[in-house]
């Protein structure tokens, strides 16, 4: 089991930035891929960017490419996604996934059946 928890969330002016937080506790989380989604009032859920095991691979939507970037640190257990050039359309829970898969192709990470363990979120405001 691994317990997912995310922080950094806030309110930000447009233009702004956050750094968003995913700390895994109960298990190694160098083996696990993750993922970042998010999901604003009265939208579905929708797929963010992901970071394979290593570090070595991300992948986002296309609404956010070149505005966020994942990053992890297995050593303490932590996974990063620094949002840059916000734009009041980012408002939304953001949270962080993680499944136990060393081996799959980046662009695959987008579908959250994939995931077997969620965070509980964090709010994202972004103000015009």
């Known amino acids: 089991q691994v317990q997912l928890t995310e922080s950094g969330g806030g309110l930000v002016q447009a233009g702004g930035s956050l750094r968003l937080s995913c700390a895994a506790s109960?298990?190694?989380?160098?083996?696990?891929?993750v993922g970042w989604f998010r999901q604003a009032p009265g939208k579905e859920r929708e797929f963010v960017g992901a970071?394979?095991?290593?570090?070595?691979?991300?992948y986002y939507a296309d609404s956010v490419k070149g505005r966020f970037t994942a990053s992890r640190d297995n050593a303490k257990n932590l996974a990063f996604l620094q949002l840059d050039s916000l734009e009041p359309e980012d408002t939304a829970i953001y949270s962080c996934?993680?499944?136990?898969?060393?081996?799959?192709?980046?662009?695959?990470?987008?579908?959250?059946?994939?995931?077997?363990?969620w965070g509980r979120g964090t709010q994202v405001t972004v103000s015009s």
């Open positions: 109960g298990q190694t989380f160098g083996s696990y891929a």
């Open positions: 970071i394979n095991w290593s570090g070595s691979s991300t």
């Open positions: 996934a993680a499944f136990k898969l060393r081996e799959i192709t980046i662009a695959l990470q987008k579908e959250e059946g994939w995931y077997d363990y």
